[in-house]
């Protein structure tokens, strides 16, 4: 579906410390930020869309509950968020998959935009929707029990690289559980450690974008996502360098035999 990826004018994935993850990250960043944007708008005008909904059906409710037509009314209310939900949901899950497929081919000399981005993100979307929603279900349960909280951040971190295994190593829903836990074995703390700054960063994001009214949902994602699935993308080619030697070849390898199927 996509052209084959180029592998000349290669630039090393790693090793990096936190320094070199950050100073990269924002290489990238810098040299494709309106890309990356343009990816990540989706989302951002969907969280918009949602803010508007919800201010607006709380504005409405007690004018409706004072009325005959509440309870006309409530089953619609209900099914369209819940349906709007799961659009959320699968939408965001695109989104990531196409901005992880972005960062992935800054490496090679390629000059890729918005549909491909999304082409390859689509081809992929079955497995990557069902990782994240396993992911999400086993992490909620956790939470739910209140004791188990921790056991939900130990395996949060093992298994944050669950969506990059699928989108560039082309891994199934089960191996891509496996292969994140064997990834971050070993540096449980490290990898939480560099996720966590990487959330500060796209916390103080949104704490300014914040201050805009209504859009500033929107600005605080489309600015913000693309810095989490940077840190996300680099970290994992850090710890596949540092376990498995990996390189940039078999980075190019994987993304081919991934688009000729």
Not at 156 to 178: D, K, Y
Not at 241 to 250: A, C, F, I, L, P
């Amino acid at each position: 579906m996509a052209t084959e990826l180029k592998t000349t004018q290669e630039i090393s994935l790693g090793p990096r410390k936190l320094e070199d993850l950050l100073s990269e990250a924002f290489r990238i960043y810098k040299s494709n930020y309106t890309k990356l944007w343009a990816i990540a708008a989706i989302t951002g005008v969907l969280n918009t869309f949602f803010f508007v909904a919800i201010y607006g059906a709380i504005f409405l409710f007690p004018l409706l509950s004072e009325s005959d037509r509440m309870m006309s009314v409530l089953p619609y209310m209900i099914i369209g968020g819940v349906l709007g939900y799961i659009g959320f949901i699968i939408v965001s899950v695109l989104v990531q998959c196409a901005l992880i497929y972005f960062v992935a081919v800054q490496y090679y000399d390629k000059d890729i935009g918005f549909s491909d981005s999304y082409g390859y993100a689509w081809s992929r979307l079955g497995t990557a929707l069902g990782t994240s929603i396993l992911v999400g279900l086993a992490l909620g349960a956790l939470v739910l029990t209140v004791i188990g909280i921790p056991f939900a951040i130990y395996l949060g971190v093992c298994w944050c690289f669950a969506l990059p295994c699928v989108m560039i190593r082309g891994t199934g829903i089960i191996e891509a559980f496996s292969k994140s836990y064997a990834l971050v074995k070993g540096n449980w703390w490290r990898v939480f450690g560099i996720n966590l700054m990487f959330a500060i960063i796209v916390a103080g994001i949104n704490s300014i974008a914040g201050i805009i009214p209504v859009l500033g949902w929107a600005i605080s994602t489309i600015v913000g996502m693309p810095v989490a699935v940077l840190g996300s993308v680099l970290l994992y080619f850090d710890l596949r360098v540092r376990k498995q030697d990996y390189t940039s070849g078999e980075l190019a390898e994987e993304l081919n035999t991934i688009n000729t199927r």
